[in-house]
């Protein structure tokens, strides 16, 4: 099956299935090890960094790791050989409780111009030879979907980052966090 028709068949199916509470760094986790696979050869650093405690959040799991699959193969997509791609969640904070997780995708050696920055959510935008230009579209309804928030930030010196921001399942007191590990 080509990409454009598995996105189709995707997006078709949004509304499908149901929520439950999940780690998000366990399903980072997940995400993270089937794109070293695809992407095994290429020269890129792929670092990982997970806050402790963590909420869990309300997930739609396949529709999340199609969104962070999506991110990931582009930031992987847009990364010059020798540069590094780095994935991480930490919790958000509204006074003392845990209301969200942020969680960022960040790439070296890539820049959006800031005029591209919101048409590259839109569908069929794309700067690639081979793209349907769906992917970040996807990724948009999905957040969405799971009442969150999606940002990106560019600069020659930062590189670029996608900030996904999910609601806690449950907001929690951040003393109330597990003292193992
Ligand atoms: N990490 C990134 N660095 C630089 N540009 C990016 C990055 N992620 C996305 N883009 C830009 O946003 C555009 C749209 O991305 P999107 O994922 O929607 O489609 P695509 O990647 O072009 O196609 P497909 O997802 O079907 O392979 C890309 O073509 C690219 O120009
Ligand atoms: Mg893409």
């Known amino acids: 099956m080509d990409r454009l028709t598995e996105d189709l068949l ?3 199916r949004i509304d499908r299935g149901t929520f439950e509470p999940r780690s998000i760094d366990e399903l980072l986790q997940e995400v993270v090890s089937l794109v070293r696979y ?3 050869q290429r020269k890129v650093e792929i670092r990982e960094r997970y806050g402790e405690g963590l909420p869990l959040v309300a997930v739609k799991p396949d529709k999340l790791i199609q969104a962070f699959l999506n991110l990931l193969r582009n930031a992987l997509e847009a ?3 020798g540069g590094r791609m780095e994935i991480s969640a930490v919790a958000r904070r509204t006074d003392d ?3 969200g997780v942020s969680i960022r995708v960040t ?3 890539s820049i959006i111009p800031e ?3 919101e048409k590259i959510f839109e569908p ?3 700067t690639k030879q081979e793209g349907t230009g769906l992917g970040l579209f996807f ?3 999905i957040i969405q979907a799971h009442h969150g928030d999606i940002a990106v930030e560019s600069d020659p010196s930062q590189g670029t980052t996608f900030e996904i921001i999910l609601p806690a399942a449950e907001p929690s007191h951040a003393g109330a966090t597990s003292d193992v590990g």
């Open 79 to 81: 990364t010059p050989q």
């Open 38 to 40: 695809d992407f095994g």
């Open 139 to 141: 990724v948009q309804q």
């Open 115 to 117: 005029e591209l920055r």
């Open 97 to 99: 409780r845990m209301t």
């Open 10 to 12: 995707g997006l078709a």
């Open 107 to 109: 790439n070296t050696g």
């Open 124 to 126: 069929f935008f794309t």
